[in-house]
């Protein structure tokens, strides 16, 4: 028997959701991001029409696959009653005693409201849950997702799933609050999130200690070719890599089962959780260089939290270092590096010969 959600409680549930459904960024080399899906409309509300059904196309949609999700089926949120959310309309129809049409009608979004609103609700990590990693579902995700998001940790949709994009804003938290960065919700990271506090990404003028601190919490976290450009939905920081265009000494090409970072992907990271800027949304070292950010300098103007590139000329380019400046122990010029598979990001003595950029907001 289906329970009616009071009309607040419906308005609430779909006004969460609005505020969790962001864009993410694309990696270059891969193929335009798709549009946006529209705002979520609440199922009840008089703008949706009394019976959802395939080929709707509208925020209305929108807001039912959020709540698919949230129940546990995996569609893509676009706004497009196609097959596949079809299908998971079925699905949830037969698993809720309901006659399995494929049609949203008042009992449907009655049973879908309630289902999605149980399993958003919040719980303690701590005492409620086990350890979290890739693959796992329900409510203890939805409230990780959610306490994620108020770190800055990813741009995440809070639907339940803990897919790529909540495996690389895991490994976000951890970094910046110097945890092992293995993508695992266990003890040390739920504690974490429980007794950190939440700041604001940067803004205004790049403070370049920030930017160099960014940089460092990503140390011994292993190269890996595509890292850290969004090529699985997620947001800038530690992902699974790709296996196109790789000519690696390391074979088999190790980077599409490996979690890292590139060299771009690891400035990326340092700038965004640094100075809140994403350096040509996910783009690579060529991109990144004709970003609006950078401003061309000559190497005797180099400071730190500059940036380095190398190639063939100043925009066609294969690898970036970020300049840390002069180490107080050694009194060497230093930088932070991806360098290469089989390696970890680290902090290494700068090589000097490349293309030097400023960054500014």
């Not at 990813?154 to 897919?163: E, H």
Request: charged share 15%.
């Amino acid at each position: 028997m289906s329970t009616l959600l009071p009309t607040r409680r419906r308005l609430s549930l779909g006004l969460a959701l609005a505020a969790v459904l962001t864009g993410v960024g694309a990696y270059a080399a891969a193929a335009a991001p798709a549009t946006a899906a529209p705002n979520p409309i609440p199922l009840t509300s008089p703008s949706c029409p009394a019976d959802l059904r395939q080929g709707e196309a509208d925020g209305c949609v929108t807001q039912l696959q959020l709540e698919l999700n949230l129940t546990g089926a995996r569609i893509t949120v676009d706004g497009q009653f196609g097959p596949a959310t079809d299908t998971a309309v079925r699905n949830f129809q037969a698993s809720h005693a309901l006659t399995a049409d494929g049609i949203v009608g008042p009992a449907t979004k009655s049973a879908l409201d309630a289902a999605a609103s149980a399993a958003s609700g919040t719980v303690d990590l701590r005492t409620q849950c086990g350890d979290l990693r890739t693959g796992a579902t329900g409510p203890c995700v939805s409230t990780l997702q959610t306490m994620l998001n108020k770190f800055n940790a990813g741009r995440l949709t809070v639907d339940g799933q803990f897919g790529p994009a909540t495996d690389t804003a895991v490994r976000n938290f951890q970094a910046s609050h110097g945890l092992t960065i293995d993508g695992v919700v266990g003890t040390g990271t739920k504690n974490a999130l429980y007794a950190s506090t939440p700041t604001p990404l940067p803004s205004g003028p790049v403070d370049p200690a920030k930017v160099l601190n960014a940089a460092k919490s990503y140390l011994g976290l292993p190269y890996v070719w595509g890292g850290g450009h969004s090529l699985h939905g997620e947001g800038p920081g530690p992902s699974l890599g790709t296996c196109d265009d790789y000519h690696g000494s390391t074979q088999p090409c190790p980077a599409d089962t490996t979690v890292g970072l590139d060299c771009s992907g690891l400035v990326r990271a340092a700038f965004w959780f640094g100075a809140g800027i994403d350096l040509a949304n996910g783009g690579d070292t060529s991109r990144q260089t004709l970003d609006r950010h950078l401003t061309p300098i000559a190497e005797s103007q180099r400071r730190p939290g500059d940036v380095e590139y190398f190639g063939t000329d100043a925009h066609t380019t294969t690898h970036v270092v970020l300049y840390a400046g002069t180490d107080p122990g050694t009194g060497a010029d230093m930088m932070y590096e991806a360098k290469e598979t089989g390696t970890n990001v680290h902090y290494v003595g700068l090589r000097t010969g490349g293309y030097w950029y400023h960054v500014t907001a």
